[in-house]
């Protein structure tokens, strides 16, 4: 029978290699599960992660990785700073779809004027969306000390609906013969989100993440707010003596995640979605939670992992265009990746111990 021991100090070899042994672990656990939906496990794992960068549509698909990559990354920097300040934001969806609406709505506000202040206004008003979205669960949490897990995912549902309204109402297209969504930024060039630089898929978005993911390592190796952060996380009660104030913690982590999820939402919206719709919102909210996870709630580490998660969103397109697999297998083999990577990161702080009759 096996036991847990617990380490006398965390395994910086095992918090190093988690990651690694999770997504191989993944593999083998999605291989296994798509043989039981009678699919070649090996050809599908080989069009998830290798056909998109060097196999026959490798051209088309790797534009597409920085498209998918941008929101994942961005959102996911602003939500690894309230983990690591044990401070959890579940409802980057909501803030991600409330900064798009926001944003998308000053621009059409205006419509068809041109000029070139008009797209910086709309990246000011979509994170202003997602920062005012994030600081309902933030001030319920600092007045009331409300559970922000569960009021932040609550949240999400309901900007869900207001999504709905807006494709449906408030923002839908007076001249799309009343069909639901928005006018196509692609149309208005004042304020629409092109690739900058054509079939690499890089635009603004992308641009924003990696400048983001610069700021967040600064933020976090030479900034008082960075140590705060840390500290908080990892000793409250000593973050408190060293004059933390948790609520203004609070305040602070959950309205940045919230404004660089709302600027994720405005930058996809004019660019790569092109229009609000009722489907608009894709999951980066959620998956984002893995991704920040996956990079070990470093910057540098989220940057990797948003890449490789974009990864399994294009290959996951592939294989269920390709061979027919059902996209819920896709977003279950997504899903074991999180699962993985917190069975192996018990691997930090244990070790596997083979317990004698004795023990047991």
Known sequence: MLRLEKR???????????????????????????????????????TIFWDPLFGEFAFYFRGQLLVKAGPLILIALGLSLGFRAGIWNIGAEGQYIMGAIIGAAVGLAVFPTENRLIYPVMVIAGAFGGWAWAMIPAILKT?????????????????????????????RNPEGQGFPGSRNFSNY???SNPEL????????????AFIAVIAAYVLL???????????????PKAARFAGVNPQRLVLLCMGISGALAGMAGLFEVTGPAGQITIDFNVGYGFTAIIVAFL???????????????ALTYI??????????????????FQGML???????????????????????
């Open 295 to 309: 990079g070990r709630l470093n910057p540098v580490g989220i940057l990797f992992a948003g890449l490789l998660m």
């Open 197 to 208: 630089i054509a079939g690499t898929g890089m635009h603004w978005g992308v641009v924003a």
């Open 338 to 360: 999180l699962f993985f990577l917190l069975a192996t990161d018990l691997l930090g702080n244990f070790r596997i111990r083979l317990a004698t009759r004795e023990a047991v």
């Open 143 to 171: 007045r009331f000390n409300t559970n922000e897990i569960l009021v932040s995912l609550l949240l999400v549902y309901v900007a869900q609906t207001i999504l709905a309204k807006a494709a449906t109402g408030f923002l």
């Open 315 to 332: 290959g996951g397109d592939a294989a269920s265009t390709n061979m027919g697999l059902p996209s819920a297998a896709i977003q279950a």
């Open 189 to 191: 060039p004042a304020a």
């Open 8 to 46: 006398p100090s965390p395994s910086v070899f095992w918090q190093r290699a988690s990651p690694v042994l999770a997504v191989a672990l993944t593999m083998v656990a999605g291989g296994i599960m798509f043989w039981i939906l009678g699919k070649d496990p090996f050809v599908a794992i080989r």
């Open 221 to 235: 190796q030479r900034h008082i707010l960075g140590f705060q952060i840390k500290l908080a996380g990892q000793a």
